[in-house]
């Protein structure tokens, strides 16, 4: 289409330019040869003339509007130089690049306004959620200015307080508050004015005068216009909770603080965290001493290993019931019943155990006693019997001594009767110094005194089973006041305890000194020693590591020296001998009673 019309531009220049020559001829006859000769020749320059002075400028701006037209903007006309031609190339092209630009800031217009569509639909929704989530939380929710003036409640606030919307917004915020509140409350607000948030809790008035327990957290939305939020929860319910734990646990710490038995918390690690007043008490700590203390600390050594044994068992069911021996801080042993119980989180995961020590020790005093006491009673029934029977014994055979039998087998059978009816006398005699005590006959007596007359009395009987005393007297001692019998008893029998734990022979030294406010007296032998398991029991009464002995001795030996104030105390080791320690106390005027 372009180019047919373009051909017949050129044709029509064509016939316009042999026309003018046409007529040229006509009006120039005297040259009208040559013109005829010239005529095609200026017709092609002519044309040649025209075709680039007019009509290719004219045809690239045609091609060029064309372009434009078909939204090819940036389409160059390619008419170059000045003139009318190339200011109207310039001109048009102008008019392209403004068109280009103006489709560039409309379709960036139509961006803009799209965007706008979409955010305004952003903000519609995004209002509506928030409006749904005022609505209903869960909280109530007050919008309110810096004056307190409140400009927006949800329904949670409504309900809360029981009044309406309407009759909310006609209520300064403030005033919403309990009068004793209302100190705080206007400290609080001042605050979130100045920080922009606060929490605190407080107390709101309902419509009917109640009152709630609220948690209330301001923050500021909007400073310039001065506008605030509070979101107001109620707490009443968990206040009461809190209310009721405290009482349990001031219960529960007054319980435990005011026990008699032993209770303690410990951590996974076994770490007391907790002692009540009694167990400090009862073992001689400060509370500050055991806190972080292992509970292995306050065991003794065989209970350590009971503990060990329970440990699995504990494990297994999650507490246990068993007897320990506990040590006081001056080591001494408290016997009882632990009952422990661990402690859980809600992961099930081990945090600790709480446990009750019960103190039987003076139960078992209790116990023993009432043993004692029924063995005692045993014990004076047998000896009234035995000396009985004794006493006729002892007499046919004295009577039959007196008849100077002529038979020297004989006599010496009646002195052997007589001899071991002797001896069962002194068990009898013991017995019943074990089962009733006799108030004795105390003075003033001089103890180094009192062991030379004991030495004195086994010592040749001793060498003969090669049994050497040594003895190693303080002189200058303070006399003490005592039984002087029963304070020789016990030495006797000590002496007889030494010896007979050296059957191969051996050595014991007496020695005597000072304290003080006492007497020592020591007895040492050289024999193999006791066992420390059997050291504990050897003051019970019939207990005896002896083949024939009847574990008595050592037990009426411990009571007459406790009824003199003073101490028996045994320190042995296998292989490394027995020291039997008596302290008599020396001061003037201290009575006793005798065993």
């Not at 045609?62 to 006309?77: I, K, M, P, V, Y």
């Not at 605050?191 to 107390?203: I, N, V, W, Y």
């Amino acid at each position: 289409m372009r180019l047919s019309r373009q051909i017949a531009v050129f044709l029509l220049a064509a016939a316009l330019v042999l026309t003018l020559c046409s007529l040229w001829v006509q009006s120039h006859p005297r040259h009208a040869a040559w013109s005829a000769a010239s005529v095609p020749v200026f017709a092609v320059l002519a044309m040649l003339a025209a075709w680039r002075f007019l009509f290719r400028p004219l045809s690239r701006l045609s091609q060029a509007s064309e372009a434009f037209r078909s939204g090819q903007l940036d389409h160059r006309t390619g008419v170059e130089g000045g003139g009318e031609w190339g200011s109207l190339s310039e001109t048009l092209e102008k008019l392209a690049a403004d068109l280009s630009q103006a489709n560039l800031s409309l379709d960036a217009l139509r961006r803009d306004h799209s965007g706008c569509l979409e955010s305004e639909r952003g903000l519609k929704d995004s209002e509506e959620h928030f409006r749904r989530l005022f609505e209903f939380s869960n909280d109530a929710v007050f919008i309110y200015d810096f004056d307190g003036k409140l400009t927006d409640v949800n329904k949670k606030a409504s309900d809360m307080l029981g009044y309406s919307r309407d009759e909310l917004l006609a209520i300064p915020f403030l005033e919403l508050q309990a009068e004793n509140e209302l100190g705080q409350s206007k400290a609080a607000f001042k605050t979130s004015a100045k920080t922009g948030s606060l929490r605190f809790e407080s107390t709101l008035q309902k419509k009917d005068g109640t009152p709630i327990n609220v948690e209330i957290s301001s923050s500021i939305v909007d400073l310039k216009k001065g506008v605030m939020q509070s979101i107001v929860s109620n707490i009443t319910e968990r206040k009461e909770m809190e209310k009721s734990l405290r009482e349990s646990e001031e219960k529960f710490r007054t319980f435990m603080e005011t026990a008699s038995d032993l209770m303690f918390i410990t951590d996974a690690l076994g770490h007391f965290t907790y002692v009540n007043d009694a167990m400090a008490g009862r073992l001689g700590y400060a509370k500050a001493e055991l806190l972080g203390t292992p509970f292995t600390e306050i065991l003794d050594k065989d209970s350590i290993e009971m503990a060990k044994i329970k440990r699995q068992e504990f494990a297994d069911t999650g507490e246990n019931l068993h007897q320990l021996v506990w040590e006081t801080k001056n080591r001494r042993k408290i016997i009882g019943e632990m009952k422990a119980v661990a402690i859980y989180d809600a992961d099930g995961v081990f945090h600790g155990m709480r446990g009750i020590f019960r103190d039987t020790t003076e139960r078992k005093k209790v116990e023993e006693s009432q043993r004692l006491a029924e063995m005692g009673k045993l014990a004076a029934d047998m000896a009234h019997e035995v000396n009985n029977q004794l006493m006729v014994i002892s007499t046919r055979a004295n009577i039959s001594l007196l008849r100077k039998p002529k038979d020297e087998e004989l006599v010496k059978d009646l002195k052997i009767i007589m001899n071991q009816c002797q001896q069962v006398k002194d068990i009898v005699k013991r017995l019943l110094q074990f089962s009733k005590p006799s108030k004795g006959d105390f003075k003033e007596i001089g103890v180094n005194e009192s062991v030379e007359w004991v030495v004195q009395l086994v010592e040749k009987q001793f060498l003969d089973h090669q049994v050497l005393i040594k003895r190693s007297l303080s002189p200058g001692l303070p006399s003490v006041r005592a039984d002087e019998k029963q304070i020789q008893e016990v030495f006797l029998n000590l002496m007889r305890n030494a010896f007979e734990a050296m059957e191969g022979g051996g050595t014991i030294t007496v020695s005597t000194a000072a304290g003080e406010d006492e007497v020592r007296i020591d007895f040492t032998d050289t024999g193999g020693g006791i066992p420390e398991g059997d050291l504990q029991h050897l003051f019970d009464p019939f207990f005896t590591t002896k083949e024939h002995g009847t574990g008595l001795g050592l037990s009426v030996c411990y009571g007459i020296v406790k009824a003199h104030n003073g101490d028996l105390r045994l320190k042995s080791g296998v292989g490394r001998g027995t020291t039997a320690t008596v302290t008599l106390p020396f001061e003037n005027g201290r009575e006793g009673k005798a065993a």
